[in-house]
């Protein structure tokens, strides 16, 4: 016994030496790079160039957020940093601005140019990781970041690897998160990366690359930004210019006042306690609220239709399929579309055991992206013991047959710039049809117009006679709209 009392002793006098030496080189490596990019002495600092800014998790090809329907081009990119403390609570620590030139998207007329803003509050960078990570995750924020915050170092193939857990940062499940830079034989900051809970991904890996350096007015900027999420390219920017410590800080730290004086807010909506449900037909309901679902009794299972715009509604539309239709599992889901405002309820749909139904176009793409783990966000899926995430993917067209006859038809809506893989759901027999994302109301642009006359003539071997849409998003009042209702959208045909 006391033999293993000294051996155990002894190991965690080494472990203990070993990681008070990982610090104590962490922190040579560190100030080594400080000092080498100009950073000891900045205190705030402003860059501008160009950017090219993507549509991570709506892009029309869900795994190339830089599709060319997708890319805002910022002809004059600038963004300011103050790493300072914040005059106030609201007070703007970084901000980064400029016009923009929208994608121009095939059938849909010239976007008009707009204004890119991101702004991070004092407040939001010290207690909001999702916009606090823009801040950290900068060469010069990470190396602050790093000296502050007891980092420790690797090596890796041929550049030091330092990572550190920032200070009263804590995930949704209560656990920290890491930062990790990639330091080269220069000193200089080649990447940085963290993880940050979402509702797709999960534990999601968000990369910044720096490359390109140039000193500029004393301080080492990178010229190429390239930003990654889930190892997909969401933005990247060419620098060209940059100033260490700017004298006019405040002035570039305050955005131009709002068109109308702004206002608005309020109180939030407080989340109903469950969705209501509408019976549609016989073993068929529909489950209300935004991102409306429809659960179909198949005899010995419940075919679903979206699983909703978040893990909690996700949760709450399976509970509510299995209440309307009880005593049987929810075996398959269908997915409108893969933009992560109707696929963050899939993770739920996964821990419930259900096979994900979406077009083939983005099944691999989103089976890779569901299937990591959820541990930051503490989702039903990271707690559902031994599920995993099926993706199946569906052709231009699929018929589903319950063993009870009921029969469920999946159509891709082909002309849609939207999304490459938006389907409709069509039952025959209640001559009902579900879409996500096609208006039912108000003024259609040029490209949901198309989509429309898609959906009203969408045919294989004869034309979908639905009688009413079940729109995604509710309407006002919530409700099915007749067909007739839908077709006065469409403009009437021109004539010679």
């Known amino acids: 016994m006391l033999l293993r009392a000294l051996t155990a002793a002894a190991l965690a006098v080494t472990l203990f030496t070993m990681g008070v030496a990982a610090q104590n080189n962490a922190g040579a490596v560190v100030a080594a790079a400080s000092k080498a990019m100009g950073a000891d002495t900045l205190n705030a600092i402003t860059y501008s160039g160009t950017a090219r800014n993507g549509a991570f998790g709506q892009s029309k090809a869900i795994g190339n957020p830089m599709h060319p329907n997708n890319v805002t081009r910022v002809t004059q990119y600038t963004r300011t940093i103050d790493f300072g403390q914040a005059a106030n609570p609201m007070a703007l620590v970084s901000r980064a601005t400029g016009p923009t030139q929208p994608p121009v998207v095939p059938n849909v007329p010239p976007p008009m140019p707009g204004v890119f803003n991101q702004n991070i509050t004092g407040q939001q960078a010290s207690t909001n990781w999702g916009q606090a990570l823009n801040i950290w995750t900068t060469p010069w924020g990470f190396l602050k970041g790093a000296a502050a915050n007891n980092a420790t170092v690797r090596q890796q193939g041929g550049q030091q690897v330092v990572s550190f857990s920032p200070a009263n940062f804590k995930s949704p499940s209560g656990q920290t998160y890491t930062v990790t830079g990639y330091i080269n034989n220069q000193n200089l900051v080649t990447k940085v990366e963290t993880r940050v809970e979402n509702a797709v991904v999960g534990d999601l890996l968000v990369e910044f690359e720096y490359s390109s350096y140039q000193n500029l007015n004393g301080v080492q900027v990178p010229g190429r930004i390239v930003q990654k999420q889930a190892g997909l390219q969401t933005f990247d920017a060419a620098i060209t210019a940059a100033t260490a410590n700017p004298g006019n800080l405040a002035e570039l730290l305050t955005p131009p006042p709002a068109p109308g004086g702004g206002g608005g807010g309020g109180a939030p909506a407080q989340q109903a306690a469950g969705p209501a449900v509408n019976k549609l037909g016989e073993g068929v309901f529909w489950i209300g609220g935004n991102y409306a679902s429809i659960a179909v009794d198949m005899g010995d299972h419940i075919f679903l239709v979206e699983s909703g715009g978040s893990d909690a509604r996700g949760q709450a539309v399976a509970a509510a399929a299995k209440q309307a239709i009880p005593g049987k599992p929810i075996r398959f889901v269908v997915n409108s579309h893969p933009h992560f405002d109707h696929a963050s309820g899939l993770r739920a749909a996964a821990a419930e055991g259900a096979t994900i139904l979406m077009h083939r176009n983005s099944a691999d793409a ?26 199946q993917g569906i052709g231009d067209r699929e018929v589903r047959r319950g063993s009870n006859g009921k029969v469920v038809e999946i159509h891709r809506v082909a002309a849609s710039e939207h999304s490459d893989s938006q389907v409709l759901v069509y039952l025959p027999a209640e001559k009902l049809a579900y879409t996500a994302d096609t208006p039912v109301a108000g003024m259609p642009n040029p490209n949901q117009i198309q989509v429309l006359r898609s959906t009203l003539g969408l045919s294989d071997s004869q034309k979908l006679q639905w009688e009413q849409m079940i729109p995604s998003h509710a309407i006002n009042p919530e409700r099915a709209v007749p067909r007739a209702e839908v077709q006065k959208l469409l403009p009437a045909p021109a004539t010679n």
């Open 366 to 391: 989103m089976e890779r992206l569901l299937s990591g783990p959820g541990t930051l966000g503490g989702d039903s899926l990271s707690k559902a013991a031994g599920r995993r995430v099926n993706v």
